[in-house]
């Protein structure tokens, strides 16, 4: 094939796996509330073969531009697809009850794959000669998954606080109802919170499970951001001749990374573990959301190279 | 920050009013508590978000200028708040000094707690059963068999172990500990070298024409920031010709490559090094680093009155590149006519015009140097040259048109102005921008990075966890084992893993080869 060729196949399949992580989503929205087992096997075999479809429209890309396939936005939001999407698969591997989250996390993906196919898509082609060095291969893979997996981790604390708040309102749990008793005013308040935010978010793992998710996710993602930023700072010492220089892009990964620390020190703190820890983890995805879209498009600096 | 392994003593009833040195043990305490380091590290991303948002000194100072320009009541408040230098202002050092101190305050206990901890042994389990994490079987063999098995299978896992009162005592993961004091001392440490290189090191870009040579003097530089501790004489003595300089297009206009051929010297001329230096590939000369940054064109003009004489021998005119279309603009100061002539002169690489410009325009400029054409915008009156201004445009205050056409030059073409002038273009060179840096703290930065990323992961991935072992007989021949363990983190795969070596140990006592050992 032509680059060309390979470049429009590439478009095509970014947009099939953004639809199949659609249906994908939905089959796991269907499970989450209905708890079907095939739905959720439905949607994880969609799931997967988006993920086959997204690592082709990142390899075809790669094949039509001669590198790396992630020199700007719109590549970058590929990569975030194939790298969220393989977290969330792992976590599944390992803890099959997690499966109708699928939601989401897929969600995120999506929305973060169509933006950039509708918003900052370019037209496949060479880099700047600033960014022609091995260290775009190393530094870059590691911020996308880096970042991706951190913004999982803050996917989960999002779900933590919310199941954390369900299960302190239907705390003390009901004793069972024997037939033909009273119902008793613990378990009245308990149906009616049932019925207030319905049964579907009843359904969510326990919020310690959820919570461990989080904090495990994060300490997966923590290393490889730090990594990612010194990668970067290395890189900016060839290109630039200064390893760190307050670059708006360079500011942002360390306030990041900073609520990220904070993030793992209130774990371990009494008094800031749970909620609050996990108010400090979606702080951290605010962070990293305004470093990728509002830093690259609206802030003038040096990584001002998102083809816009 | 210390993580206790032990409950805390029971303090002795404090009196009711605390005492001055009471009240200041109890701010140390709190001053090196996490949560306090965790207030700062949420503070010090709150401040640093301040210095995104504002155009900073360091990085961009016309955009600084700018602002100035445009809030001209806002800005000087601003920057006495420092907030035009967030990262070198008194309260950022503030903040990060404070979080650094509460560091320095954390580790020195942990530091000691964890040498007390590898100096002593494992401690007592007390009653296993009131552990949460247990496991236990049956074997036919003797209760010191069992000991032994089950010494040797903690031993294999790594386990420290230590007698105590008939039980089996084991203790691992004192690496999460050290790994993780490592991780923060090289916090330190980086610092520490990131501040000696700022002090003692430099920065700054110079321009040199192709077939030039320049020498690394201070003058030499467009512009120079020095560290504070950093001396003029410090400058390596050597020189750098800028033997040719390239630039290359890919077909649909954007930059492939551009690179300086440079040969450095010592003072005497002799050659030291010579190497094409690119982006991403820097040149290092006696510990200065040298950078590709930027290019330019250099047209040389010459001009003669209208009766032939020369007003400004053959010039070199430094011009501005306008990085999308490669079109350069310059300025050309006539000070002995008169009036003084002025010419604003725009370089094109290959102008093309009509068919070949995309979206109907009258003309347009291809990247490549493959037709270059100088267009010469012509003005006379007072250049007002005993004032201070840009070389690459005219104070057009005091200057009024000089014909009504402008002219267009090949090289080695001339025309005449409407005055009788000629303007000839007899040349057209490059020019490279290097960056020129030297920063001596870039080895401890590095090794203190590579330390901090090797102490990270252990301290977030090991696990401290104790496990205490019993055998006792159980009827006449045969002995009930049990073990208990407690894990500080990962609680979830400690339980697998205290099942795991619960099951190893019953396999060691039912070895043979292992029992004949064990009553040897």
């Known amino acids: 094939m032509t680059p060309a060729q390979l470049a429009t196949t590439s478009d095509t399949l970014t947009w099939l796996a953004v639809l199949s992580y659609v249906v994908a989503a939905t089959l796991f929205g269907l499970d989450f509330a209905y708890r079907a087992r095939w739905l959720g096997a439905a949607g994880l075999a969609v799931t997967v073969a988006g993920l086959g479809a997204n690592l082709g429209a990142a390899v075809t890309r790669g094949l039509a531009v001669h590198r790396v396939p992630w020199g700007n936005m719109y590549e970058f939001s590929i990569i975030v697809g194939i790298v969220t999407v393989t977290g969330f698969l792992v976590w599944v591997a390992r803890r099959p009850e997690i499966r109708p989250l699928g939601v989401f996390v897929l969600l995120p993906a999506v929305l973060a794959m169509a933006l950039g196919g509708l918003v900052f898509r370019v037209p496949a082609g060479p880099l700047v000669p600033a960014l022609n060095s091995r260290w775009i291969v190393i ?9 991706s997996v951190l913004c999982l981790a803050a996917v989960f604390s999002i779900l933590y606080l ?88 360079e500011t942002w990964s360390f306030i990041s990374w900073t609520v990220f620390a904070a993030y793992l020190h209130a774990r371990a703190t009494a008094g800031w573990r749970g909620r609050r820890a996990a108010w400090l983890s979606i702080l951290g995805l605010a962070t990293l959301l305004f470093n990728f879209y509002a830093v690259n498009t609206v802030i ?3 990584h001002s190279y998102g083809g816009m | 920050m210390a993580v206790e392994l032990r409950p805390p003593a029971a303090r002795p009833d404090r009196p009711l009013r605390p005492g001055l040195a009471e009240t200041l043990r109890q701010a140390w305490r709190e001053y090196r508590s996490m949560r306090t380091a965790l207030v700062l590290l949420v503070v010090l991303a709150a401040a640093s978000i301040l210095g995104s948002l504002f155009p900073q000194e360091g990085l961009s100072p016309q955009r600084v200028d700018q602002y100035f320009a445009d809030h001209p009541a806002l800005a000087p408040v601003l920057e006495r708040l420092g907030l035009f230098d967030v990262f070198g202002s008194p309260w950022y050092m503030a903040i990060y000094l404070a979080l650094l101190g509460a560091l320095v305050a954390c580790l020195v206990p942990r530091t000691r707690a964890l040498v007390r901890v590898l100096r002593s042994r494992p401690p007592r389990g007390g009653d296993l059963a009131r552990y949460r994490s247990r496991a236990g079987f049956h074997t036919p063999a003797a209760p010191e068999e069992a000991m032994a098995a089950a010494r040797r299978v903690l031993r294999r896992s790594r386990y420290r172990l230590a007698d105590r009162d008939g039980q089996l005592a084991g203790e691992k993961g004192y690496l999460r500990e050290a790994a993780s004091m490592l991780f923060h001392l090289s916090l330190l440490v980086l610092l520490v070298g990131l501040a000696y290189g700022k002090g003692y090191g430099y920065r700054g870009q110079a321009a040199i024409v192709e077939g030039e040579t320049w020498a690394n003097a201070r003058v030499g530089y467009d512009s120079f920031s020095p560290g504070r501790f950093f001396g003029p004489d410090r400058l390596a003595p050597f020189q750098l010709r800028l033997d040719d300089f390239s630039n290359s297009f890919y077909a649909n206009d954007t930059p492939r490559e551009f690179a300086s051929q440079l040969t450095a010297m010592d003072l005497d001329g002799r050659t030291l090094q010579a190497q094409r230096v690119a982006p991403n590939r820097p040149m290092t000369v006696d510990g200065v680093r040298i950078f590709q940054s930027d290019y330019g064109y250099v047209p040389v003009v010459r001009v003669t009155d ?4 020369e007003l400004l021998a053959p010039q070199e005119v430094l011009t501005l590149r306008d990085p999308a279309s490669e079109v350069s603009n310059g300025a050309v100061k006539v000070t002995r006519a008169s009036p003084q002539v002025g010419l604003q002169v725009v370089l094109f690489t290959g102008l ?11 003309f347009c400029n291809d990247p490549r140097l493959v037709r270059p054409v100088l267009v010469v915008l012509a003005y006379q009156g007072d250049l007002r040259a005993d004032r201070a201004q840009s070389v690459f445009t005219l104070d057009q205050s005091r200057l009024r048109p000089l014909g009504d056409r402008p002219l267009l030059l090949v090289p080695g073409r001339s025309a005449k102005l409407a005055n009788g002038m000629e303007v000839s273009f007899t040349g057209l060179k490059q020019y490279s921008v290097l960056t020129l840096a030297r920063d001596p703290g870039v080895p401890v930065v590095a090794v203190a990075a590579a330390l901090l990323l090797l102490g990270l992961v252990p301290s977030l991935y090991v696990t401290r966890r104790r496990v205490w072992v019993r055998a006792l007989p ?12 407690l894990a500080l983190q990962g609680k979830d795969a400690f339980e ?7 099951e190893q140990v019953q396999r060691g006592t039912l070895d043979p080869r292992d029992r004949r050992r064990a009553t040897e």
Do not use: N
């Open chain 2, 496 to 502: 697998a893993e205290l099942a795991r070596l619960a």
């Open chain 2, 474 to 485: 159980a009827g006449p021949d045969g002995t009930r084992v049990e073990l208990a363990g």
């Open chain 1, 139 to 147: 530094h870059v893979a590691a911020a996308i998954t880096g970042s």
């Open chain 1, 162 to 249: 919310v199941k954390d708040r369900m299960e302190r309102r239907q705390r003390p749990p009901a004793p069972p109802l024997v037939a033909g008793a009273a119902r008793t005013a613990d378990r009245v308040e308990v149906d009616q919170a049932v019925a207030r935010h319905g049964l579907i978010w009843s359904r969510m793992p326990s919020a310690e499970t959820l919570d461990q998710l989080a904090y495990r996710t994060t300490a997966f993602g923590f290393p490889i951001w730090t990594f990612a930023i010194i990668a970067g700072a290395i890189w900016a010492q060839a290109a630039w001749g200064r390893y760190w220089g307050w670059d708006p892009k």
């Open chain 2, 352 to 362: 093309r015009t009509g068919a070949d410009c995309p979206g109907g325009a009258d």
């Open chain 2, 306 to 309: 209208a009766k032939g004489r």
């Open chain 1, 300 to 302: 003038v600096g040096l």
